[in-house]
């Protein structure tokens, strides 16, 4: 049974950085494509990033582009979000998520198949 694990939540103050890791178990993350959303109170689960096992491509909503960046330990097999230059608006529980279909880059909820309890970010002073 595939299990996806976050980490790395916390409260931090605006401007700060978190760095967010996602493992996996009972699979192997060569497998599938990787996601991280997130869902603040009252919203929509949001696709804040994805990256492609095969080919390393990656892909940002809008809102994060240029300060969070994602990337892969391939040794250890642990997926990174990197969070810089946090603001209020980044305060939300934050999901790791697997694909096997293909469509990573869409950034869609329902394209992603495997997803972990997910891990509290809160940007605050």
């Known amino acids: 049974q595939v299990q996806v694990v976050e980490s790395g939540g916390g409260l931090v103050l605006p401007g700060g950085s978190l760095r967010l890791s996602c493992t996996v178990s009972g699979s192997n993350l060569d497998y599938y494509d990787i996601g991280w959303f997130r869902q603040a109170p009252g919203k929509e689960r949001e696709g804040v990033s994805s990256l492609s096992s095969n080919n390393g491509n990656t892909y940002y909503s809008d809102s994060v582009k240029g300060r969070f960046t994602i990337s892969r330990d391939n040794a250890k097999e642990i997926v990174y979000l990197q969070m810089n230059s946090l603001k209020p608006e980044d305060t939300a529980v934050y999901y790791c998520?697997?694909?096997?279909?293909?469509?990573?880059?869409?950034?869609?909820?329902?394209?992603?198949?495997?997803w972990g309890q997910g891990t509290q970010v809160t940007v605050s002073s």
């Open positions: 998520a697997l694909s096997e279909s293909g469509y990573y880059y869409t950034l869609i909820p329902t394209e992603f198949d495997y």
